[in-house]
C-alpha cells in the first residue's frame, strides 16, 4: 500500500462518516458542519485524481460559499437550530424504490464505462488546458453561464432591496 | 525540500510529514514569540509607555513566560456549550490558516508545494477559517460569540471579492497562478516588482506602474480586513463584544485562536510580498552571486523573504496602535462602494495594458 493508497482510505472514511453523521444527527448546525467534511473529503479525493483545479475549485465554491451560506441561514433562523429533526423511519417502500433504482443506475454507470487509467506519474497541470478549452471550444457556454450568474446577481439584489416611497 | 528528506530518509510518509510541519516548527511558532513581544513593545513605544520590562532584558522574555502560563491554565468548558463543536473550532481555524503556509515560497530552495495551483488554492483553503470561527461563534452559545462570529464571517467573504479581483489582475500580468513562478519572474532588482508594473519593457511598465500600486493599496487594505485587524477589527471589538468569538475559551484553546492569528498576520502580509515586493528575491542582487558562493542564495532568499514579510507585519501593528475602528456600515461601504468598483475598473485597464 503505497502513501497514495492510504490517503485515499482516509479522504475515502472521512467522506462515508461525515456523509452518515449529516444524514442521520438531529442536530441542524451538527449536520451543516459535517456536510462541511463530506465536500472537503470530496475535493481531496479530485486532487488525488489529478484534477487539482477542480480540488480547489471544489473547495472554493462547497465549503467557502454555498456551505458558509448554508450555516449562516441556519444560525440567523432562531426556530430551526432549536427544533429537533425528525430522523425515525417513515414511507419505508417508496425510499427502498428510490434509493434502488438510484443506486442501480449509479452502479451500472461504474461497471460500464470504459474507465480511462492512466500511470500516476507526470502529473501535469490541469489549470491551462482549462483555459485553454474554456475560451475555444467552450466560449458560447461561458459566456451564458457569465450571463446566467449576472442575472442570478441583478434578480438577487432586487429582490432584497427595499423599496423607496 | 521533500526531495532532500526523501533521499535521507528513503520514506515517502516521513519525508512527507516532516515537510509539512517544517513551516510550523522553523517558522510560525518562532514568528508568533517575536511577534507578539513586538506588538506589545511597538504599541507602548508609540503610547509613550514602556511595555513589559520585568521577565529579561526589557521584557525580551514575557512571551515564553505567557505561554508556560497559558499551559497550566484549567481548561474551562462551560456546561451549556456544544461540546463536540466547541472542541473542534480551534483545530479548524488553526488547520486553516495553517494550509496557507503549504503554498507560500519561502526561498527559492524552500517551499511546501509546487502546485500550479498557488494562489488558487490559498484563497480557497482560507474559507476554512470561516467555517472554523462561525463554528466557535455558534458552540460557545454565548451571544457576543456568536455576533462576534457573524461580524468576522460577514466581514472575511466580503473583503475576499476586492482580494480576489485584485490577484486576479495580476495573475492576468504575470500569466501564472504559482506564487513561485511570480517570485522567480521578479528577479534581479527592486524595479522588476510586481508594485512597480513587474519585469515588462520600459514604456508598459511606465503605463502600468499607477495600476498595480493601487493594486497593491487594494490588496493591503483588504488583507487586513480578512485578518480581522484595526481597522477592520469590530468582530473583537473590547467595548462591545468582550472577546468576539473566542470570549469562552480558555487555556490553550484560547492559545490556540492566539497562534493562529498571528500565523494568518504573516500570511496575509507574506502573499502580499510574494504578489507584489518580489517575493524571496533580493532587491539589490545577491551577495552569494559576487563572491561566487552558490549555497548560499536560498539562505540570502530566505532573509529577504522574512525582512519583507516582518516589514509588513509592522505596518500592520503601526495601523492598529494608530487608527480608530471603522463601524459595520462603514466598513460595508468601504468594501462595496469604494475598493470593488476601483478594484474591477483596476482589472480592465491592467488587462487591456498587458494586451499591448
Known amino acids: 500500500m503505497s502513501l497514495y493508497d492510504i490517503i485515499f482510505y482516509l479522504f475515502a472514511l472521512l467522506v462515508l462518516v461525515s456523509a452518515f453523521i449529516t444524514v442521520t444527527s438531529k442536530n441542524i448546525v451538527h449536520s451543516a458542519f459535517s456536510l462541511m467534511f463530506t465536500l472537503f473529503g470530496v475535493a481531496g479525493i479530485y486532487v488525488l485524481l489529478g484534477a487539482d483545479f477542480l480540488g480547489v475549485v471544489q473547495l472554493l465554491v462547497y465549503v467557502g460559499g454555498i456551505l458558509i451560506l448554508m450555516i449562516f441561514g441556519v444560525m440567523m433562523t432562531n426556530e430551526i437550530t432549536n427544533v429537533d429533526i425528525k430522523t425515525g423511519t417513515t414511507q419505508v417502500v417508496p425510499a427502498i424504490i428510490g434509493v434502488g433504482l438510484f443506486a442501480g443506475a449509479l452502479t451500472s454507470m461504474m461497471l460500464r464505462t470504459g474507465w480511462n487509467s492512466q500511470p500516476s506519474e507526470n502529473m501535469d497541470t490541469t489549470t491551462y488546458a482549462i483555459g485553454k478549452l474554456l475560451l475555444t471550444e467552450y466560449v458560447l457556454i461561458f459566456e451564458l453561464l457569465g450571463m446566467l450568474l449576472l442575472v442570478a446577481l441583478i434578480g438577487a439584489a432586487s429582490v432584497a432591496r427595499k423599496e423607496k416611497e | ?356
Open chain 2, 1 to 356: 525540500m521533500y526531495e532532500l528528506l526523501y533521499d535521507i530518509f528513503g520514506s515517502e510518509i516521513i519525508a512527507m510529514i516532516i515537510a509539512a510541519c517544517m513551516p510550523l516548527f522553523l517558522f510560525i511558532l518562532p514568528f508568533a514569540l517575536i511577534a507578539v513581544l513586538l506588538e506589545r513593545k511597538v504599541s507602548a513605544h508609540m503610547q509613550d509607555r514602556l511595555g513589559p520590562m520585568r521577565v529579561g532584558y526589557h521584557g525580551i522574555l514575557q512571551t515564553i513566560a505567557d505561554i508556560l502560563k497559558l499551559i497550566q491554565k484549567e481548561d474551562i468548558v462551560a456546561d451549556t456549550t456544544d461540546k463536540k463543536l466547541f472542541n473542534m473550532a480551534p483545530v479548524l481555524v488553526f488547520a486553516g490558516s495553517y494550509a496557507v503556509f503549504a503554498a507560500i515560497p519561502f526561498s527559492g530552495a524552500f517551499i511546501g508545494s509546487a502546485a500550479d495551483v498557488g494562489i488558487f488554492f490559498i484563497i480557497a483553503v482560507s474559507s476554512i477559517v470561516v467555517a472554523g470561527i462561525l463554528m466557535a461563534g455558534w458552540a460557545s452559545n454565548n451571544k457576543y460569540s456568536l455576533l462576534g462570529a457573524m461580524r468576522s464571517a460577514a466581514q472575511i467573504i466580503s473583503y475576499e471579492i476586492p482580494t480576489a479581483l485584485v490577484v486576479l489582475s495580476i495573475v492576468m500580468l504575470t500569466g501564472t497562478l504559482s506564487l513561485n513562478t511570480m517570485s522567480i519572474q521578479q528577479t534581479a532588482y527592486f524595479w522588476n516588482w510586481n508594485l512597480f508594473g513587474g519585469a515588462a519593457d520600459g514604456f508598459v511598465q511606465l503605463l502600468l506602474l499607477p495600476f498595480t500600486v493601487v493594486a497593491f493599496v487594494i490588496f493591503y487594505i483588504s488583507s487586513l480586513a480578512e485578518v480581522n485587524r484595526t481597522p477592520f477589527d469590530i468582530p473583537e471589538a473590547e467595548s462591545e463584544l468582550v472577546a468576539g468569538y473566542h470570549t469562552e475559551y480558555s487555556g490553550m484553546k484560547f492559545a490556540m485562536f492566539f497562534l493562529a492569528e498571528y500565523a494568518n498576520m504573516f500570511a496575509v502580509s507574506a502573499i502580499a510580498v510574494a504578489i507584489f515586493l518580489g517575493g524571496y528575491q533580493s532587491p539589490l542582487g545577491y551577495l552569494g552571486n559576487t563572491i561566487g558562493v552558490e549555497w548560499l542564495i536560498p539562505y540570502e532568499q530566505l532573509f529577504w523573504f522574512t525582512v519583507k514579510g516582518v516589514g509588513l507585519v509592522l505596518v500592520q501593528i503601526w495601523l492598529r496602535w494608530t487608527l480608530p475602528r471603522l463601524r459595520v456600515d462603514q466598513l460595508m461601504t468601504v468594501c462595496w462602494k469604494y475598493l470593488i468598483p476601483y478594484a474591477f475598473v483596476n482589472l480592465i485597464i491592467i488587462g487591456l495594458i498587458s494586451l499591448i
